[in-house]
């Protein structure tokens, strides 16, 4: 069994080599996304590995076999291990938006297609109420997929017995802003931890990286938006993007 020895302890040093990221106290990847990028894809090039020879061997082995449940905890752990590192790729790898106008409802309504038949949100009854007149904006479409599909994944994590997501969109003439609010039923967020759900790393779920509202919320900030949060306990979450329509957005 010295290959599975041998991957068990990759894993184990992915694993320790994940914790240490997500819980080191001032945050450096944030500080060198470049060095950080570089070192996220050798290490999720190492995880890949891990996960191929351990899924091989638990492959191989008799049902009854006690040495599989070892195996099935690498093979977990290297999930998890690889599902930081490509939070922290995505966080390093913001990159420059490519603006065009785009439909945000149109936006929306792929991410809900993408998304509607995972079993997250089969109990999650779905409610669009979107302004067919709201104005373009000025915005890159991959990443404005991107932010709205790590906020509606966020929602159905917030209502794991079922609930009800709506997408809500309009336009403010005054200010020249479309919005797009995204609400749950979900528990809630407490008042004293509201303020630091947007800071990288930092997570309420037990198998969460603390990046996903982080990269939306740097997305939105470079497209000269605002991701505004409301939300009360044992009633549910709102996130709203708010994006300028004029030329302003295209100002660099």
Known sequence: MGRNTRTQSRATDCRAQSDAITSYPDRKACRNRETGGRGCARDQQSADCVLTNSSLLLADLPLDDPRREDLQTIVDETLRCRKIVKGLLDFARQTKPQKQSIDLNKIALDVLALVKN???????????????????????????????????????????????????????????????????????????????????????????????????????????????????????????????????????
Do not use: C, W
């Open 118 to 252: 995972q079993a997250s949100f089969r109990n999650i009854s779905i409610i669009t109420e979107l302004d067919e007149q709201i104005p373009q904006v000025l915005a890159d479409a991959d990443q404005m997929r991107q932010v709205i599909l790590n906020i509606v994944i966020n929602a159905a994590d917030a209502m794991p017995y079922g609930g009800t997501l709506t997408l809500h969109s309009s336009f403010e003439p005054k200010s020249q802003r479309v919005e797009l609010k995204i609400s749950d039923t979900g528990s809630g967020i407490p008042k004293e931890i509201q303020n630091r759900l947007f800071e990288p790393f930092f997570t309420t779920k037990k198998s969460g990286t603390g990046l996903g509202l982080a990269i939306a919320y740097g997305v939105i900030e470079r497209h000269k938006g605002e991701l505004k949060l409301e939300s009360s306990p044992g009633k549910g979450t709102t996130v709203t993007i708010v994006l300028p329509v004029s030329s302003e957005a295209s100002d660099e």
